[in-house]
């Protein structure tokens, strides 16, 4: 039977999942969601509503919490493992790839799950590309995965959009890059800002006052390299301004990939900027919120508890799958490293551990 870490103690946490508490924070006064976000995503129909003081209180709707878990277990028996899901979630940096670099044995790894039966799914809070364009880079580093197999952050903005009926009629103020553009126009989503205002200043005159479009319905902030004081003043007067204006952010992490040689600033530095700014708490749709999650899914009728999430992140990837309700495996080819897995000071513990997935490969039931 496969062993899994059991529950010692436990602890109220509070952590950025899609939990209505968050919900009351992100949105305005004017503008609650219905009774009808306790559910997951129809794959039928929105069931999210944008509603003027929908009737939902706000002591029932829950803060995320967690339980603090006995200490990881290193995988030994990757066979037990596999045998017992039928779909694996896989993170991109750090457990696929670093940078435009490979990690070693993944392509092997993943024709082996296949060849058992495995559905897999990658996952991404990168919000740099749209699906498609993380197809090409799968394609270019010489894996076959389907644009259908993709989730980015970038199209988790304007799937959560959808969700609530965000209207036609209202624009999108974007602090990032293509990739959240190219989802939020395949979405039928009017935008603004992106690369576009990466050269844009500000020239600060007595009396100046710097003009934004009232039509602005939500701010949308992922990773951007190209960003700046014009975007966050921009961004600042539509969420602080334009009534029920959204903040959402694709994800918070501190670091991300761009090399394979060092961490660098992650999209949640460009997020800081604008909740310092207006003094909000965004909504975040990427990991560790269970949005993405939710609508996984509900997209392939998948049951949680069959699912394992793989990722090199214990405060998104893990924290993921566990406000998912999914098995647990963190893979040390990334940013989390064996000492901070077992320190003191950290409260979050995946079901597994192993150094790279590929492990996959050689650790069988002839290891135990």
Not at 67 to 92: G, H, K, M, W, Y
Not at 261 to 280: H, L, N
Request: hydrophobic share 35%; aromatic share 10%.
């Amino acid at each position: 039977m496969l062993r899994s870490s059991t529950l010692t103690q436990s602890v109220t946490v509070t952590c950025v999942r899609h939990s209505h508490r968050q919900w009351h924070q992100s949105i305005p006064a004017n503008y609650r969601l219905c009774d009808a976000a306790r559910n997951s995503l129809s794959s039928n129909s929105a069931i999210f509503k944008w509603k003027r003081k929908a009737n939902c209180k706000r002591n029932s709707c829950g803060m995320g919490t967690f339980t603090t878990r006995a200490s990881a277990q290193p995988l030994r028996n990757a066979d037990e493992l596999i045998d017992s899901v039928e779909t694996f979630i896989f993170d991109c940096d750090g457990v696929i790839w670093k940078g435009d670099k490979l990690i070693g044995g993944v392509p092997e790894t993943l024709d082996m799950l296949r060849s058992k039966g495995k559905r897999l799914v990658f996952v991404t809070n990168n919000s740099t590309k749209s699906r498609k364009q993380y197809g090409k880079k799968f394609e270019t580093l010489g894996l076959n995965v389907s644009e259908e197999e993709i989730f980015a952050s970038s199209f988790a903005a304007a799937a959560y959009l959808k969700s609530i009926d965000f209207p036609k009629d209202k624009k999108v103020y974007v602090i990032g890059e293509d990739g959240i553009l190219k989802e939020l126009e395949l979405a039928g989503y009017q935008y603004l800002g992106g690369p576009e205002d990466g050269g844009k200043k500000i020239e600060l005159k007595p009396g100046f006052l710097m003009e934004h479009d009232e039509d602005v319905g939500a701010v949308v902030v992922g990773f951007d390299r190209y960003f700046n004081y014009y975007k966050i003043q921009y961004g600042t007067l539509c969420i602080r301004e334009n009534p029920g204006c959204l903040f959402i952010a694709t994800n918070r992490d501190a670091v991300t990939h761009l090399t394979d040689a060092q961490e660098w600033a992650g999209g949640g530095s460009m997020v800081g900027a604008i909740s310092g700014s207006t003094q909000r708490e965004p909504l975040v749709v990427g990991k560790p919120s269970t949005f993405m999650m939710d609508y996984l899914a509900n997209k392939f009728g998948i049951s949680k508890s069959q699912i394992c999430m793989v990722g090199d992140r214990l405060d998104t990837d893990i924290l993921f799958g566990q406000n998912g309700g999914c098995k647990t495996l963190l893979v040390l080819s990334g940013v989390t490293t064996l000492a901070m897995l077992q320190s003191s000071n950290n409260a979050i513990q995946p079901d597994f551990y192993t150094n790279k997935i590929s492990d996959f490969l050689s650790l069988n039931a002839a290891a135990v």
